[in-house]
C-alpha cells in the first residue's frame, strides 16, 4: 500500500519501516525455515518470487506492511536498517474494506519474548486506526500455533470461529477496544536511489 511508502513508525524498543528491496534478502533467509513458513502459514518462495511479493506488498491496496527493526533510533543507512531487522507486521483489507486482518512475524529467535510482538501490534493498530477507515481487526492464527493464540487472547482480541477444515482460530477486536500505543510518524527516507 502507497500510504506508508514514505513513513517510519518509531516506538519505545522498535521501529517500523516500509519493505523495501534491501529487505528481501534477510526476509527470504527467514522464510527458508519450514518451521516459521509453518507458524506463518507461508509457502515457500524463491529469491525472484520474494522480490515479486515485497513489490506487491508495496504498490497493492488491500494490503498494508512494515518490516520491524530492534530499536527506536532512525535508521541512517540501509545495512544498518537490515542489520536490525527482526520481523514484519502486515495488514491485509481482502473481504470488508474497514476490517484489517493482522498479522505479524518476530522472525529473529533473540528477539522474541521481549514484548517487541505487542509492541508492533500495537503500533501498527494505531497508525492503521488513525490514517485509515477501520472498524475492527481481525487474525486467523493456525490451531498449532499455541504462542500466537496465546498472544492474541492477552492482547484483547477474542475468538469469533474456529475452523476444523483450515485448523485455524479467529480472532477479532472491534477499534474502541483498542489500546493505545503512543508513536511518532516520521518521514522515512529510502536508501534506495531510483
Same mark, same amino acid.
Given at each position: 500500500?502507497?500510504?506508508?511508502k514514505?513513513?517510519i513508525?518509531?516506538?519505545?524498543?522498535v521501529c517500523?519501516?516500509? @519493505?523495501?528491496p534491501?529487505?528481501v =534478502?534477510?526476509y527470504?533467509?527467514?522464510?527458508q525455515?519450514?518451521k516459521?513458513r509453518?507458524?506463518?502459514?507461508?509457502e515457500?518462495?524463491?529469491?525472484?518470487?520474494e522480490?515479486d511479493?515485497?513489490k506487491s506488498?508495496q504498490?497493492?491496496?488491500d494490503?498494508?506492511?512494515?518490516?520491524?527493526?530492534e530499536?527506536?533510533?532512525v535508521?541512517?543507512?540501509? =545495512?544498518?536498517?537490515?542489520s536490525?531487522?527482526?520481523?514484519?507486521?502486515?495488514?491485509?483489507?481482502m473481504?470488508?474494506p474497514d476490517?484489517g486482518?493482522?498479522?505479524?512475524m518476530?522472525?529473529?529467535?533473540?528477539?522474541?519474548?521481549?514484548g517487541?510482538?505487542?509492541?508492533?501490534l500495537?503500533?501498527?493498530?494505531? @497508525?492503521?486506526k488513525?490514517?485509515?477507515?477501520?472498524?475492527?481487526?481481525?487474525a486467523?492464527?493456525?490451531d498449532?500455533?499455541?504462542?500466537?493464540?496465546?498472544?492474541f487472547?492477552k492482547?484483547?482480541?477474542?475468538?469469533?470461529s474456529s475452523s476444523?477444515?483450515?485448523?485455524e482460530?479467529?480472532? =477479532?477486536?472491534?477499534?474502541?477496544?483498542?489500546?493505545?500505543?503512543? @508513536?511518532?510518524?516520521l518521514? @522515512?527516507?529510502?536508501?534506495?536511489i531510483?
Open positions: 500500500m502507497l500510504i506508508n514514505d513513513v513508525i518509531v516506538g519505545t524498543n517500523l519501516v516500509p @519493505y523495501m534491501y529487505h =534478502e534477510k527470504h533467509c527467514w522464510m525455515c519450514p516459521l509453518d507458524l506463518t502459514a507461508s515457500p518462495l524463491n529469491l525472484q518470487e522480490y511479493m515485497q506488498w504498490t497493492d491496496n494490503k498494508l506492511t512494515f518490516i520491524v527493526l530499536g527506536c533510533s535508521p541512517q543507512s540501509e =545495512e544498518e536498517e537490515v536490525r531487522m527482526i520481523g514484519d507486521v502486515n495488514l491485509f483489507f473481504f470488508e476490517v486482518e493482522i498479522n505479524l518476530v522472525a529473529d529467535e533473540h528477539s522474541r519474548r521481549k517487541f510482538g505487542k509492541e508492533m500495537l503500533l501498527m493498530m494505531n @497508525y492503521a488513525n490514517n485509515l477507515k477501520i472498524s475492527k481487526f481481525s486467523k492464527i493456525s498449532n500455533n499455541i504462542p500466537s493464540l496465546n498472544f487472547s492482547i484483547g482480541f477474542k475468538i469469533t476444523e477444515v483450515f485448523h482460530t479467529t480472532f =477479532e477486536l472491534p477499534i474502541e477496544n483498542l489500546v493505545l500505543q503512543n @508513536y511518532s510518524q518521514e @522515512y527516507k529510502s536508501f534506495t531510483n
